[in-house]
């Protein structure tokens, strides 16, 4: 599925109020060697390389929950042209909301082609919908993590491996509702499975 370029791509029709949920994948990139311990190297001239998926960026509100408290994916509303600042522009689409809440809620800026759009759904009063996009950051970007954007409203982001995600999923303490989206939308694998990815990235 390409990337969705305009409002009219995500199909909204007549509910023009989003929210946009984003799940940062944290990849690693690691040099192929051949039996020899040499880097193999493509007809191109270039080193090849393997990227693996390592672990996930999550947040937690624990001011507004506290004790009840859930770790979950980042995200939030659409920012509309009457709530902004001066100097401020609105959110045109879903896409520029992911943007907005996942530096506004981790402190990471990533560009635009670094997200993917999964999908939608419609919020039970059926006056939104819910936009789920996947950002794929580097073992790098982690390091940008924090809690100092003016927009943080007092989420803290915490990077976790796949095997601590799954952990906490487990003990009811990761969202259920994200954690069903994201099965929904095969962005995880559903419970049985995992500890074969868990596995397979070791």
Not at 102 to 107: A, W
Not at 139 to 161: I, M, Q, Y
Not at 176 to 195: I, N, Q
Request: net charge negative; with cysteine.
């Amino acid at each position: 599925m390409r990337q969705p370029e305009e409002l009219g791509d995500y199909r909204l029709g007549d509910i023009q109020d989003w929210a946009s949920l984003i799940f940062p994948r944290v990849m690693r990139e690691t040099i192929i060697l051949d039996q020899d311990g040499k880097p193999v190297v493509g007809s191109d001239g270039k080193k090849k390389t393997r990227t693996q998926m390592v672990g996930y960026v999550l947040v937690i509100d624990r001011g507004k929950f506290r004790d009840r408290a859930q770790w979950k994916l980042p995200g939030g509303h659409k920012k509309k042209v009457e709530r902004c600042k001066p100097g401020e522009r609105p959110d045109w689409t879903p896409l520029d909301t992911a943007l907005r809440e996942l530096e506004g809620e981790t402190g990471i800026r990533m560009p635009r082609h670094a997200f993917s759009y999964c999908g939608k759904w419609l919020h039970w009063r059926e006056d939104h919908w819910k936009c789920l996009f996947v950002a794929e950051l580097g073992e790098d970007d982690v390091a940008w993590v924090n809690g100092h954007h003016p927009e943080n409203e007092g989420e803290e982001a915490k990077f976790f491996t796949v095997e601590e995600f799954y952990a906490l999923v487990r003990e009811s303490k990761f969202m259920r509702e994200h954690y069903e989206m994201l099965v929904e939308f095969a962005a995880v694998l559903p419970f049985g499975r995992d500890k074969q990815l868990a596995e397979a990235i070791a």
